[in-house]
Nanobody, 124 residues
Framework: QVQLVESGGGLVQAGGSLRLSCAAS??????????MGWFRQAPGKEREFVAA????????KYADSVKGRFTISRDNAKNTVYLQMNNLKPGDTAVYYC???????????????WGKGTLVTVSS
């Protein structure tokens, strides 16, 4: 089993920044072998893709809505993936979830583990 625990959410004013962390653990982790991603779900909306990166962090993908404002990164030595969020907007308000891909690169390969999420609220 693999556990993903998000942290770093909170209340921030529009234009502000937050840094989310996702710490991974578990006996079958092999963290550096898998792509990781962030998703979010706003109230009354479906969960949507935010950002992802491959096993090394050398390849990243972003939703158009966050390009230029969010940065995904990982520290394989710490089994942690991060999401730096700058210039936050009220539309970014959502629960943010960490997810592990099933392969070393991110694509339509599915997700095998999810975290429980951390709430980000952006006030106007």
């Amino acid at each position: 089993q693999v556990q993903l625990v998000e942290s770093g959410g909170g209340l921030v004013q529009a234009g502000g920044s937050l840094r989310l962390s996702c710490a991974a653990s578990g006996p079958t982790l092999f963290f550096r072998a898998y792509a990781m991603g962030w998703f979010r779900q706003a109230p009354g909306k479906e969960r949507e893709f935010v950002a992802a990166l491959n096993w090394s962090g050398g390849s990243t993908k972003y939703a158009d809505s966050v390009k230029g404002r969010f940065t995904i990164s990982r520290d394989n030595a710490k089994n942690t993936v991060y999401l730096q969020m700058n210039n936050l907007k009220p539309g970014d308000t959502a629960v943010y979830y960490c997810a592990r891909g099933t392969k070393a690169t991110w694509g339509d390969y599915g997700i095998d583990y999810w975290g429980k999420g951390t709430l980000v609220t952006v006030s106007s």
